[in-house]
């Protein structure tokens, strides 16, 4: 789902950590780090009135943790249409970029991963398909194998949230993640 934080000019949600057995609920687990009415956060899960949350700011990190959520109005959003999908969406070094397709409501699908290790130890992998989306959702397939490539690719609003099985490339290589429109 998606949420946006409620509240008057000069209101904070704060984040909250999870690193004890009392966490997120006690006040001792509260973070410096806080939103402000306005900001807008990828919610995972809610759990005894905290929502996980992922925020994206324009400069700095990525920020995840756990947010009242009394704090948050939480949508549940419908799906686009399949051109919603349409550009090249990034997160850290991989990219999955969605075409559009000879055949109605189709979409290309092409991606790339990879993962860095030490000095010059580097893994890659890809994926490249035709699929249509339903519900705002593609499941990705390059085969029926237990090893094969599986993900679960779905569109929410201007985020593509992405899950793999690890199948899809070299050692430690994921698409596993969030990512964000390219502008253009």
């Known amino acids: 789902s998606l949420g946006t934080v409620k509240g008057s000019k000069g209101a904070k949600a704060f984040f909250y950590n999870d690193f004890e ?3 997120p609920g006690s006040p001792s687990c509260r ?7 306005g900001n807008e956060v990828v919610v995972n899960r809610v759990r005894s009135g905290f929502a996980c949350a992922w925020y994206e700011p324009l400069k700095g990190q990525t920020r ?3 947010i009242k959520e009394s704090d948050l109005g939480i949508t549940k959003l419908v799906p686009g249409g399949y051109r919603s999908w349409l550009g090249e969406w990034t997160h850290a070094w991989n990219g999955i970029v969605f075409t559009e397709n000879k055949l109605p409501g ?6 790339n991963a990879t993962w860095k290790g ?5 893994h890659v992998g890809e994926i490249d398909g035709r699929y249509e989306p339903k519900g ?4 990705y397939s390059d085969g029926d194998g237990e ?3 599986r993900a679960t690719l779905r569109l929410l609003g201007k985020y593509l949230i992405v ?3 690890l199948n899809c490339g070299g050692v430690n290589v994921s698409f596993s993640g969030i990512y964000i429109k390219r502008r253009r």
């Open 21 to 23: 057995d009392n966490c």
């Open 31 to 37: 973070e410096k780090a806080y939103l402000v009415p």
């Open 64 to 66: 995840v943790g756990w």
């Open 106 to 111: 189709f979409l290309n699908v092409t991606g």
């Open 118 to 122: 030490l000095g010059d130890n580097v």
């Open 136 to 139: 705002g959702v593609i499941e």
């Open 147 to 149: 090893y094969d490539c």
């Open 163 to 165: 899950a793999d099985n």
